[in-house]
């Protein structure tokens, strides 16, 4: 089933902080043999929940296809493979496929957005099949969950960075579902942040080691005195 939409005006308690899209689907009134549209509600497509939960869509959609939210399919207009949603997806009531300009696209009800809200640290690690990261990634968690506050998303990544320094960019930032350009930024502001600490420590030591020269020196010309 392909859904109509219609840009909507954003709803204050809708955890988007920008404008939604609302869907309808099109039904025949019995009784006059009119199309009406009825409303579907709020949904999101891949790249706006991704935005939602501060993960890339990339990582998003590899969760959607290891919960079989959504398959590879293959498009005869375009020519080529989509992600859309599987039929079973649908009846469960988690989204739509949606027909827009430039064909068939994702839309996730606010049923799938609960569903991964509550779990979607542990459906990322298992949807990562690189077993190091996967050992990163738990380790990450019980670290978070001994936490008063959990880690923020740079939090995370500075943890992977001192914890597990081997893991490469891209598996450890695809493990916490950010972009591999963000993990390599987080990564330099940690090198320089570290090399500016190390250097005034340095400055520091150097400092207190003249004042001790200069205080033996006193010392010993009072001596001499």
């Not at 005006?9 to 009825?38: A, N, W």
């Not at 942040?193 to 250097?199: A, F, G, H, I, V």
Request: proline share 3%.
């Amino acid at each position: 089933m392909f859904l109509q939409c219609v840009l909507a005006h954003h709803l204050d308690d809708y955890p988007l902080k920008e404008s939604y899209m609302k869907y309808f689907k099109t039904v025949t009134d019995l009784e006059t043999g009119k199309l009406r549209k009825i409303s579907i509600g709020e949904h999101l497509t891949v790249s706006e929940a991704a935005i939602h939960f501060g993960v890339t869509r990339d990582s998003l959609m590899k969760v959607l296809l290891h919960l079989r939210i959504c398959h590879k399919e293959w498009d005869k207009v375009a020519g080529q493979h989509r992600h859309l949603m599987c039929d079973e997806a649908v009846k469960k009531g988690l989204g739509f496929r949606a027909l827009g300009e430039h064909g068939p696209y994702v839309v996730l009800s606010p049923s799938a957005i609960s569903l991964l809200k509550d779990d979607l640290p542990a459906f990322l690690m298992a949807a990562t099949r690189h077993k190091p990261t996967q050992k990163a990634l738990m380790e990450l968690e019980q670290q978070d969950k001994q936490l008063r506050e959990p880690l923020d998303v740079e939090g995370k990544v500075r943890w992977l960075i001192d914890h597990h320094p081997n893991l490469s960019i891209r598996k450890a930032a695809g493990g916490i579902g950010v972009s591999e350009s963000y993990f390599s930024r987080m990564m330099k502001k940690q090198r320089d942040q570290r090399s500016y600490l190390e250097q005034r420590l340095k400055e520091d030591c150097s400092a207190a080691s003249e004042m001790v020269l200069v205080h033996e020196k006193q010392e010993d010309v009072q001596i001499a005195a």
